[in-house]
């Protein structure tokens, strides 16, 4: 079955800097990535997903990448702020199926 | 348009008794996917379904654990006969087509058997 890994699973950086996250999925079939944020004692919200026939996609300080044929995608934020401490959870599905999560990443902005 | 709606948020049961989630989608959506969470662990896979239909369980227990998703009403995740293990953080979430169109969650059902 589908199988997704996700790294690192605590990632510190100083607010200001860029955080990236990294995801790779074993099913060539997936055609749908999204990613959530989970903030504490909360469920997990979609804050962007992109399709297979992308490479790229940015949504202001928020950007995925794709790479279809070494089956990875990255999560990339820039400008970290506050805020933006959570956990976050990369997630693969093919069309008519499961979504399958990775383990998740818990983000921390230093001060 | 109201989110993913489940009650209750905080469930308490002892060793046996029977938990009973309840999942209202958003309006309009007519897929439902429940999962499971423990402590720091990601989240897990447990079922999907459609209106009238079960999709995949394959991430089910095969015992104790059943859902539905009825034409009217929520769907329901029930545990028969809970034990310790069982306490977790249930999600739904809902989506309005199958795959890759968005999934929403709810803000989980916290379950604590003592």
């Known amino acids: 079955g589908e199988n997704v890994e996700q790294h690192p699973s605590t990632l510190s950086v100083q607010e200001g800097d860029s955080a990236v996250i990294k995801c790779t999925y074993s099913?060539?079939?997936?055609?749908?990535f999204p990613w959530y944020k989970q903030e504490l004692g909360k469920g997990p919200q979609l804050i962007i997903d992109?399709?297979?026939?992308?490479g790229e996609k940015k949504d202001q300080r928020i950007a995925v990448t794709l790479n279809k044929t070494a089956k990875h995608f990255s999560l990339h934020i820039t400008e970290t702020q506050p805020e933006d401490s959570a956990v976050y959870f990369c997630a693969a599905s093919r069309g008519n199926d499961k979504i399958i999560f990775g383990k998740g990443t818990r983000l921390h902005i230093l001060p | 348009n109201a989110g993913v709606m489940q009650n209750p948020r905080h469930l308490v049961r002892r060793r046996g008794q029977e938990a009973r989630l309840r999942c209202s989608p958003m309006?309009?959506?007519?897929?439902v996917y429940w999962y499971r969470q423990l402590p720091e662990e990601g989240l897990k896979f447990m079922v999907y379904?459609?209106?009238?239909?079960?999709?995949?369980e394959s991430g089910m227990p095969k015992e104790r654990f059943s859902a539905e998703f009825p034409k009217e009403g929520p769907s329901i995740l029930r545990i028969q006969q809970v034990v310790r293990g069982d306490s977790a953080a249930y999600f739904c979430a809902s989506s309005p087509l199958v795959g890759n169109t968005e999934a929403f969650f709810g803000q989980g059902t916290r379950l604590t058997v003592v």
């Open positions: 099913d060539s079939a997936s055609n749908y």
């Open positions: 992109i399709r297979s026939n992308v």
């Open positions: 309006k309009g959506h007519s897929h």
């Open positions: 379904l459609q209106k009238e239909n079960i999709i995949d």
